[in-house]
C-alpha cells in the first residue's frame, strides 16, 4: 500500500463513521458496467459541496486491492449489485488529489514531475528494479504486462489548472497533453475517473480529452441521481432530525435534471441538519469564485439576464458557446453557463432555461449585488419589507408608489408587457418570499392568476394574496377578472384572509395604479 498507488481507504471510512452518510454506492454499478470498454472514461463535473471527493474516495475503497474493504459495503446498495463481487478489491488504484500537486509546485512542469516520480516511487516497493528516472507509463504498461492487473485512475480536482492558470494557454495545454499521454488508448487503464468543477477544457472544435464521457450540471445523465441528495432521501432526514421539509426545499432544493427533477446541495442540507438551523452555509466554503467577478462583467444583456433570474424568471440559454473555462467568454450566455457549472444557477435540460436554484444561492446573488455597485437594485431589495407592509395593510396609493419606484430603479428591464411587469413585481416583493411560495401562472378557477402568495409554514397568520396584472388597462379590472374567474376557488381553507391585487401600468401616463381589496369584504 502507497501513498498514491493502492493508497488508504481512510477518506470513505471517515464518511460511514460520520453522523450523516447518504448512501450513493448504487453509483458504482454504472463504474461496473464501463469498466474495459470504451466509455471507460468518466469526467464529472459539479460545483463545490456536492460530493465530489466522497465519490471518488468510494471508487478508491471499492477497486483497490491493496485492502479488504468487503465490511464497509456491506447493507449499501452497492453489494446488492450482480457484479458487486466479481470487481471487489481487484485493480490497482493510483489515486491524484491535483489540487495537493498543484499547491506543493512552482509550475505546471514541475508538478507533473513530482506526479511522475512520486507514483514511481511508490511503485518501487513492487518492483524495486524501476528507476526513478523512467518513463512513467513504461513503469505502468511493464507492471500491467508483469502482473495482468489493470489499474483504476481516480483523479481529484483534475481542473484546478484552469481555475488557477486561467490564462496561462501553455501550461493548461502541457497539463491536458500529459493526462492524454497517461491514459489515452493504454491498455492498462481499465477505468478513468476524473472529478472536478469545470467540463473538459476545448480547443477550438478538439480536446486533448475527448475519450471522457462527460456527466456535468447541464446534463449528468444516468449519474444524475448521484449529484446531491434526491427529494426521497432529503426527506427521510428531515423525519429523522425533526426538521420541517417545505423549509429545506426552499432553502436547498432546485436543481433538476432530465429524469430527476428534484435535486438538493448535499452540504448545505447535512450542515442544516447537524446544526438544527437553515441558514446560508454556501458563504462558509471555501471558494475560488466570487460570484460578484462574473455577474459584473460588462456584456450586453448580463445586468438585465441577472435582475430577471433575481425576481424567478427563467431564461432560456444557449450552452453550446461555453469553452469550458474561466476567462473566456463571448456573450453573457457563456458567463451564465459558467454559472451552472459553479452552481449558481439551476438548468433545466429539457426546456434549455436557467434559474436560481432556492433560497440560499437567492442571498447570495443578492450578497453578490451588493459588491457590484447595482445601488439601484439594492435600494429595491431593502424597501421590499415596506411594500409587503403596505400591502397588507391595504393601502394601495403607497403600493403604487412603491411599484413606481421599483420601475425606474430597475428600468434596464425592457418594460413592455405583462412579464416586464411581473418582473418587476418579483423584485419589489422580494422580502416576500420570506414569508410566501409565490406562484406564477398558477391554474386557478377559470383561468391563470399572474401571481399567488401561499403563506409558509409558520406564516399561516398572512394574509393570501391574488395578483392580477394589467397593461394599459385599470387596475379595478384586474380585480373584477379575479372574482369573475374565481381565482379564489384555490383556497380551501380560511377565506376570511385573501387579499385580492389588481396592478395595472398605463404605457401613456407612466403611472402605475392599484386596487386591493379584501375577499371577505366583497363576500359580505
Known sequence: MGVYFNPPIHGFEESLRSEIYVDKSGMIAYTNKVLGTKQKYICISRPRRFGKTMAAEMLNAYYNRGCVSGHMFTGLTAAMGPSYQAHLNQYNVIFLNMQQFLSESSGIENMITSIQESIITDLQEILPDI??????????ENLFRTANIPFIFIIDEWDCIFRE???????????????????????????????????????GSHSALNMFNEFAMTNPGPLAEYVGFTEAEVKNLCERYQMDYEDMAKW?????????????????????????????????????????????????????????????????????????????????????????????????????????????????????????????????????????????????????????????????IKYNDENALSCVISIAYYSARQYYSIVREMPAGKGFADLVFLPRKGYLDKPVMIMELKWDNSADSAVRQIEDKRYTDIIKDNKDNVLLIGINYDKNTKLHACSIKRFVDICG
Open 131 to 140: 528507476k526513478l528516472k523512467s518513463s512513467l507509463t513504461a513503469v505502468l
Open 165 to 203: 492558470y486561467r490564462i496561462d494557454k501553455a501550461s493548461q495545454r502541457i497539463y491536458l497533453d500529459f493526462l492524454r499521454n497517461l491514459l489515452k488508448d493504454r491498455a492498462y487503464v481499465a477505468l478513468a475517473y476524473m472529478t472536478g468543477i469545470l467540463p473538459i477544457k476545448k480547443y
Open 252 to 412: 436547498y432544493d432546485g436543481y433538476c435534471f432530465h429524469k430527476i427533477k428534484s435535486i438538493y446541495s448535499p452540504k448545505s442540507v447535512v450542515d442544516s441538519l447537524l446544526f438544527h438551523c437553515f441558514d446560508n452555509y454556501w458563504s462558509n466554503t471555501e471558494s475560488y469564485e466570487a460570484l460578484g467577478e462574473y455577474i459584473k462583467i460588462n456584456f450586453d444583456g448580463l445586468k438585465d439576464a441577472i435582475i430577471q433570474l433575481l425576481a424567478g424568471t427563467k431564461l432560456r440559454i444557449d450552452i453550446r458557446g461555453f469553452t469550458n473555462d474561466m476567462v473566456t467568454f463571448i456573450s453573457y450566455q457563456d458567463v451564465l453557463t459558467l454559472l451552472i457549472h459553479l452552481g449558481y444557477l439551476g438548468y433545466d435540460f429539457e426546456t434549455r432555461e436557467v434559474f436560481i436554484p432556492n433560497k440560499e444561492i437567492s442571498d447570495e446573488f443578492v450578497s453578490a449585488i451588493k459588491s457590484t455597485g447595482w445601488n439601484e437594485i439594492i435600494t429595491s431589495l431593502n424597501e421590499s419589507e415596506r411594500l409587503l407592509q403596505s400591502t397588507w395593510r391595504g393601502d394601495a396609493l403607497a403600493v403604487a408608489q412603491a411599484i413606481e419606484k421599483a420601475h425606474n430603479e430597475t428600468s434596464i
